[in-house]
């Protein structure tokens, strides 16, 4: 008898769900509205409902179901408790509770967005076949996955693996999202790859193709493609940052892979070299040979982990 799992990953716009098989099998993938108002009320019911949908559309019935796993953009501990969450309107929330009560029986999982897009990587994406990797998604934020034996590192209060906290600047006089200074993300996200590119032009006069009035992540890669001098200088400093903190990260969790995601990660294989580089500089000698690649299941890699979360 086949059996079924759900993927479901939360996002401050839309909700991303799918259907999976507990082989691996992925039969059907949607979305739906986050609805983030009255403090998020309706996030889980909706989800809930739109699982129900589904079961029904397709003639799945709850013994069928091995369980439900979910990624929310927060840190979330082993019982499945959040404290607080970025942009979807929780503040405490024992999620696990309250969606297992919802969902009537079923078994539900939950994790962290960016370790749960760790999980889908390792498990059906670019770092198929490694049980220790390093996951680091360049979006908005720098978020991060570690993973050691087959397993995400979560930590007393869920906030293993936040990568884009580490402190790679003891100088920076401005400060990071979360209040501290000197941040990865400050550095290695698209507005901190932005926000080094503005720091350079203000200062510089000559040619380049980068104008201070559309600065972005894309537009200093695309200057990197086309050979841009200072575009490249901007990469390297980028690079400089990312790779070193990765390298110090890797001489605890010593991983076979690490895996480059999020929006910044598109530049494509020009990206890689900005990073290595200074990494192999910089990692302890039985690290220089860890493996960096792109990841491959773009915005399916959470969809994908949040199933792995029941049948792992």
């Known amino acids: 008898m086949k059996k079924y799992c759900f993927g479901v990953d939360v996002g401050g716009t839309t909700v991303k769900m799918g259907l999976f098989s507990t082989e691996g099998e992925l039969f059907d993938k949607w979305e739906i509205k986050t609805r983030t108002e009255n403090g998020g009320e309706a996030v889980l019911p909706d ?3 739109a ?41 405490y929330k024992e999620v696990k ?28 994406g670019a770092g198929k076949g490694c049980s220790d990797m390093i996951m680091v998604t360049l979006g908005t934020g720098v978020g991060g996955g570690v993973i050691t034996h087959g397993k995400v ?28 200074k000197g941040c990865l993300e400050q550095y290695a996200s698209a507005t901190g790859i932005a926000r080094l590119a503005g720091k350079y032009l203000e200062h510089y006069d000559g040619q380049t193709l980068l104008s201070s009035k559309s600065i972005s992540a894309k537009t200093v890669f695309d200057a990197v493609k086309e ?12 690079g400089r940052y990312l790779g070193c903190a990765l390298a110090n990260l890797a001489v605890i969790t010593d991983p076979a892979v690490i895996v480059i995601g999020g929006g910044v990660s598109k530049a494509g294989p020009v990206l890689l070299p900005f990073i290595e580089k200074p990494f192999r500089e910089s990692a302890f000698f039985a690290n220089q040979d860890t ?15 949040a199933a792995r979360l029941i049948i792992e």
Request: some cysteine; overall charge negative; proline content about 2%.
């Open 153 to 180: 590192i979560v930590g007393a209060n869920g906030a293993g693996g936040e990568i884009g906290h580490l402190c790679v600047n003891s100088e920076e006089t401005e400060r990071c999202g979360c209040g501290k």
């Open 97 to 124: 509770r309250e969606i297992e009560e919802l969902l009537g029986g079923i078994r539900a999982e939950i994790g962290n967005d960016a370790n749960v897009a760790a999980l889908g990587e390792m498990w059906l």
């Open 47 to 49: 989800i809930v409902d």
């Open 51 to 91: 699982i129900f949908g589904k079961m029904e559309e397709r003639g799945i019935r709850k013994e069928d179901v091995e369980g439900v796993g979910v990624g929310v953009p927060a840190p979330v501990n082993e019982q499945g408790i959040i404290k607080d969450s970025a942009n979807i309107g929780w503040g």
């Open 291 to 305: 493996k960096f690649v792109l990841a491959t299941l773009g915005n399916d890699a959470g969809i994908c982990g």
């Open 227 to 238: 050979g841009d001098k200072v575009a490249v200088e901007i990469a390297e400093k980028f």
